[in-house]
């Protein structure tokens, strides 16, 4: 009910109240001051009323946030593992010149995984420099790379680039992880073919060359640059100190049937087991230019082949004519 309906309401009373008092009644009037007064008084108590219940809210509400707000401090939350890691050779900032220092790749931790190198990250700021870096590589490649044609290119008379293949048949399939590499430390030579494989013609070619299941057969007389490439992959879980056989060699042979005197090893690598390096999985690789007469052989040797990754992008061979030794009709 509205202050001022009970104001009247108050007021009716006491007139009633005043007209049957017969000591009142005697005076012959109501007191409209006492009346006032008590009005005044009644409008005091309710604003006094309506001020603490605002200033209580007020407090409670402060009292309520104080509260939450040390709470929150107390709480320490766990924070969860986070680790992200990418190859280190997909992070690098120019492949072609490693002289560059990059401090963005610096900042993430390294570690291996089957004898992969990988760069992580495991605080904000590292993924934060390993988010950076991917934008970068972005930026890097946002040009494509120009198309190339075959026409567009004039190829000498003989030349040939080959991937090589184990020299058992079927491939073998060597797990030297759980044991000791054990192998005959001979050397065995490695096919350029093989009889269930046909010939990639994305990455493989041969142009004036005789490929033989061991080697190529040279037909035209002339000067040669020649290459080979080897990727050995020990997996073995056990220290190279516990290996048989620490030490495998890669070898490129040349073979002259008709002049046994000419033939011998025109190249020769040697990869060396090391149990404190950051990555024992490595790329042999071998070039030189040669003179090669028609019918010389080019073959590849290996020992510890057991240990050898044959895959096309790491283990190859090839060669290319730089000039002809004794021109002939059709050769100008």
Known sequence: ????????????????????DPDVTGRGSYDQETVSTTAVNLHRRIYICLLLTFALCVVTLVISVVALTTTRKDVTLPEAPLSVCVECNKLIKNPYDLSERDLLLESLERKTEDGVTKCCASNSQQLSALIEIS???????????????????????ASAHKRLYPPQSPFPEVNYRDRVPRFDNGTVYVLFKHDKSAPDPLVEHDRGV???????????????YVYSSIHFR??????????????WAHYVEKITPNDPAKTGCLLKTVHTCCDE??????TSYVGGTFEL???????????????VYFRQQTSFAGLVMMGLANPGPGHQ
Do not use: W
Request: overall charge negative; charged content about 25%; some cysteine.
């Open 234 to 247: 020990p997996e073995s879980a056990h220290p190279c100190k516990d290996f048989q056989y620490q030490t």
């Open 277 to 282: 390096c950051t990555m024992d999985e490595e």
């Open 293 to 307: 007469e028609a019918g010389d052989v080019v073959r590849i040797l290996v020992s510890g082949h057991g240990l």
């Open 1 to 20: 009910m509205p202050v001022s309906k009970e104001i009247d309401t108050f007021k009716g009373c006491a007139k009633a109240m005043l007209a049957c």
């Open 210 to 224: 005789e490929v033989l299941n061991d080697g190529l057969r040279i037909v035209y007389s002339g000067l040669y």
């Open 135 to 157: 934008l970068r590589k972005q930026q890097t490649n946002k040009e494509p790379l120009p198309a190339y044609n075959v026409s567009d290119f004039k190829f000498s008379p």
